[in-house]
């Protein structure tokens, strides 16, 4: 089932609830006991004066939560090259039920795929990547979040329009509907 279909939803929910038990540790851990998190501490939050901290604001988004569902990976170790759109060349032969019990788990684990769950993700994975492909193509023009320079808007639209009877050429069925809907905006500019 494509995760296009809201029919998926519910199933991803059904899979979540039999993974969720493995999630938290069993038992009184400290690392489930709910601790004050400030979200946003930073050097502009935090004041220091003769080497000590003398204030912190930013205190209204705080939330009381377990350390183990409030960690984040601290900025100076955000990931800031190209993503790994492809798959490694022994992908296929890996096997992750052989190493399951390799990785430490001591419980059978709890998802299931079909071949053509699998073969679907598979699918979807291709397209993924390459729209993520056509976005970067486009970086030099288009930023991902929309935003265009007012002196490039014409050849913007110009190349969108191309695209969009480029595209409604070469595609037919329901991905034809999709992308005619998806596309729409750049026939009425």
């Known amino acids: 089932m494509t995760q296009n279909c809201p029919a998926s939803h519910p199933c991803l929910l059904d899979k979540y609830r039999q993974v969720a038990p493995y999630l938290l540790p069993d038992g ?6 709910p601790y004050i998190c400030h979200s946003d501490l930073n050097p502009a939050n935090i004041f220091v004066a003769d080497g000590e901290i003398t204030s912190v604001i930013d205190w209204q988004g705080i939330w009381g939560t377990p350390p183990v569902l409030s960690g984040r ?8 090259g190209e993503p790994i759109l492809t798959l ?8 992750s039920k052989e190493h399951w019990e390799d990785v430490g788990f001591r419980f059978p684990c709890p998802l299931h795929f079909t071949e053509n769950e699998l073969q679907v993700h598979d699918e979807e994975t291709i397209a993924w990547n ?14 991902r979040n929309g935003f265009v320079c007012s ?9 969108f329009r191309y695209v969009r009877n480029w595209g409604l050429e070469r595609v037919t069925g329901k991905v034809k509907e999709r992308f005619e809907h998806a596309t729409l905006m750049a026939a009425d500019v």
């Open 28 to 33: 009184e851990s400290a690392i489930l006991a």
């Open 73 to 80: 990976h601290p900025s100076f170790i955000r990931f800031e």
């Open 88 to 95: 490694p060349a022994d992908f296929a032969e890996l096997d």
């Open 130 to 143: 390459n729209i993520q492909g056509f976005w970067d193509a486009i970086s030099l023009f288009v930023a």
């Open 151 to 159: 002196d490039m808007y014409e050849e913007v639209v110009h190349m």
